[in-house]
T-cell receptor, first 113, second 112 residues
Framework: EAAVTQSPRNKVTVTGGNVTLSCRQTNSHNYMYWYRQDTGHGLRLIHYSYGAGNLQIGDVPDGYKATRTTQEDFFLLLELASPSQTSLYFC????????????FGPGTRLTVL | GEQVEQLPSILRVQEGSSASINCTYENSASNYFPWYKQEPGENPKLIIDIRSNMERKQTQGLIVLLDKKAKRFSLHITDTQPGDSAMYFCAARTGFASALTFGSGTKVIVLP
């Protein structure tokens, strides 16, 4: 089974703080995704990438930057965190083409005070 | 882009009965419709999917129906068991390599 890991698993920061969430997949998948999950909204796509150095804008990108440094590593950056970014963040990866199953990491719970 | 509406938000069913979740989408170019199950404290996992060239798919107590004309697809869980209690998300993909748009989720509660 595909392995996707995230760190940290929990993070508390203050308004205006700088946060980096990390994601690593070890299955040679081309695609990686960042989602946030909030009650009543389901999973909303923030950014995604189809390879090292590539970045695509998702549906809720405001306030977030992302960077794909290698095929394995995808980072989500919150440079001026706000309370509205308090959420559960999931990273996922998938192979390209066909009907690709997305494999999700365990999630990072972020609280912005 | 795509928008996916999912109903109901909460579904209570008696153990042994069937549960049905409905989703609608807007973009007629959407071609892939997966369903994910998320148990409490866990990450979402794919349970079944259907492509646009199919109308029905069944696996292990799960049935997915796709009505492209109505832009509607549905998940039916037959003979529900306590292990079926979870959040369920539908999703749609537009294009060959684009990302998924998820519905807002349905919390299924199986009552003893």
């Amino acid at each position: 089974e595909a392995a996707v890991t995230q760190s940290p698993r929990n993070k508390v920061t203050v308004t205006g703080g700088n946060v980096t969430l990390s994601c690593r997949q070890t299955n040679s998948h081309n695609y990686m995704y960042w989602y946030r999950q909030d009650t009543g909204h389901g999973l909303r796509l923030i950014h995604y990438s189809y390879g090292a150095g590539n970045l695509q804008i998702g549906d809720v990108p405001d306030g977030y930057k992302a960077t794909r440094t290698t095929q394995e590593d995808f980072f989500l950056l919150l440079e001026l965190a706000s309370p509205s970014q308090t959420s559960l963040y999931f990273c996922a990866s998938s192979d390209s083409g066909g009907a690709p199953e997305q494999y999700f990491g365990p999630g990072t719970r972020l609280t912005v005070l | 882009g795509e928008q996916v509406e999912q109903l109901p938000s909460i579904l209570r069913v008696q153990e042994g009965s069937s549960a049905s979740i409905n989703c609608t989408y807007e973009n007629s170019a959407s071609n892939y419709f997966p369903w994910y199950k998320q148990e409490p404290g866990e990450n979402p996992k794919l349970i079944i999917d259907i492509r646009s060239n199919m109308e029905r798919k069944q696996t292990q107590g799960l049935i997915v129906l796709l009505d492209k004309k109505a832009k509607r697809f549905s998940l039916h869980i037959t003979d529900t068991q306590p292990g079926d209690s979870a959040m369920y998300f539908c999703a749609a993909r537009t294009g060959f390599a684009s990302a998924l748009t998820f519905g807002s989720g349905t919390k299924v509660i199986v009552l003893p």
